[in-house]
């Protein structure tokens, strides 16, 4: 039984424990608490787990005797772990008195941080135009999720794909779960802040244990910049530092977990911590596609479009959206043409619709520098 909430609110207000406060001054006929998890750093690295409700509520009823109990507050465990809170999700009646009659249930919760397994059956390989040296360096970790037994300690355990936005990477590791028929388990590195520290290093060794019971597993970090930036930066967030320890950790295989493969998704590799970027066995680069790709893009996708295209030059589109990703083309580029024209209820996608498309996304661009491409 797992006791992690992935959001809580802050804890800005107290239990009173003098009953004569009470607006109502009767005593509660139960309650319905919620685990929230300890509100700084604990020595215990753990969460309480109640095996016996029964010895538990006789437990609660003793500690919180007396205690006014409204909902959304908090109760804080005072005794076998120090500073642990429960939310108080139901009390009836509202504003009541803990007396020794209380009934008291914890509510029987998982929730976390640790995403839902994905088994991406849609997405393959032939989706992604271009990256032909990053589909090559893939087949790596392809074999290795095929035949992870064979690999020993020379398994690629960790392997990094960095580029700028909307070149592929995450749909790259879709295609790779697909193609080896394994689960993959993504997650946003941001999604791992917590509102309590050690929140995330806990959230981040329930996703590897996960993982290792699915294994062979890959585990998908996106957005791994906004953890595991350089700690220069990290000296503002605490709790960010600790999820990078936990982080290694898990890197460093401590913990063998054979069969799982960490794939950490950036659009800013240079701003990666170097204790973190280390651990990575692999990088892969994910570059912005050429015209000849940009071609193909556009190709491709027009063919689905729900109305048809005339008297348009796609070779024309192609040369002037140098330094545009696929997303750009295909999200800012198509979609806004054939949207404006379904507004305007026309039957057909225009040269001028499509140029006015380009022309509105090289507008909302402050610079053509490069190394913006990775913010």
């Known amino acids: 039984m797992i006791f992690i909430v992935r959001t809580i609110q802050k804890v800005n207000t107290k239990v009173s424990r003098d009953p004569g406060k009470s607006?109502?001054?009767?005593?509660?006929?139960?309650?319905?608490?919620?685990?929230?998890?300890?509100?700084?750093t604990s020595v215990l690295d753990e969460y309480p787990e109640i095996e016996n409700p029964g010895v538990?509520?006789?437990?609660?009823?003793?500690?919180?005797?007396?205690?006014?109990?409204?909902k959304g507050e908090y109760?804080?465990?005072?005794?076998?772990?120090?500073?642990?809170?429960?939310?108080?999700?139901?009390?009836?009646?509202?504003?009541?008195?803990?007396?020794?009659?209380?009934?008291?249930?914890?509510?029987?919760?998982?929730?976390?941080?640790?995403?839902?397994?994905?088994?991406?059956?849609?997405?393959?390989?032939?989706?992604?135009?271009?990256?032909?040296?990053?589909?090559?360096?893939?087949?790596?970790?392809?074999?290795?999720?095929?035949?992870?037994?064979?690999?020993?300690?020379?398994?690629?355990r960790n392997v990094l794909f960095f580029g700028p936005s909307g070149t592929g990477k995450t749909m790259f590791a879709k295609a790779l779960a697909n193609k080896t028929h394994v689960p993959i388990l993504p997650v946003k590195a941001t999604e791992l802040i917590g509102e309590f520290v050690?929140?995330?290093?806990?959230?981040?060794?329930?996703?590897?244990?996960?993982?290792?019971?699915?294994?062979?597993?890959?585990?998908?970090?996106?957005e791994l910049d906004a953890i595991a930036l350089d700690r220069r930066h990290q000296e503002l967030r605490g709790d960010v530092t600790e999820i990078v320890n936990a982080l290694l950790t898990e890197m460093d295989g401590i913990i063998e977990r054979p069969g799982v493969c960490t794939i950490g998704a950036t659009n800013r590799n240079d701003m990666i911590d170097t204790a973190v970027r280390s651990r990575f066995e692999e990088e892969i680069e994910f570059t912005l596609p050429d015209?000849?790709?940009?071609?193909?893009?556009?190709?491709?996708?027009?063919?689905?479009?729900?109305?048809?295209?005339?008297?348009?030059?796609?070779?024309?589109?192609a040369a002037m959206t140098e330094g545009f990703s696929g997303r750009d083309l295909v999200g800012k580029v198509l979609k806004t043409a054939l949207h404006n024209v379904i507004i305007e209820d026309r039957d057909s996608v225009s040269r001028n619709d499509l140029n006015a498309a380009v022309k509105k996304l090289k507008g909302s661009q402050v610079t053509s520098d490069p190394d913006r491409l990775y913010i």
């Open 23 to 40: 607006p109502v001054g009767s005593t509660a006929d139960f309650l319905v608490l919620e685990p929230a998890g300890y509100p700084m």
């Open 56 to 70: 538990f509520e006789h437990y609660a009823r003793e500690q919180w005797n007396g205690f006014i109990a409204r």
């Open 75 to 156: 109760l804080f465990d005072r005794r076998m772990y120090p500073d642990f809170a429960y939310r108080i999700n139901e009390v009836e009646p509202p504003a009541s008195i803990i007396g020794s009659k209380t009934r008291i249930v914890v509510k029987d919760i998982v929730v976390s941080s640790t995403p839902a397994v994905e088994f991406t059956g849609g997405v393959s390989f032939d989706d992604v135009i271009g990256q032909h040296s990053a589909r090559r360096k893939c087949r790596l970790i392809e074999r290795f999720l095929e035949q992870p037994e064979m690999f020993g300690r020379w398994a690629p």
């Open 198 to 222: 050690g929140e995330g290093a806990r959230q981040i060794h329930q996703l590897y244990e996960r993982a290792q019971e699915m294994s062979p597993c890959i585990i998908f970090i996106d």
């Open 291 to 317: 015209e000849k790709e940009r071609l193909a893009i556009l190709e491709s996708n027009v063919k689905t479009f729900p109305i048809p295209v005339k008297d348009v030059d796609l070779r024309e589109i």
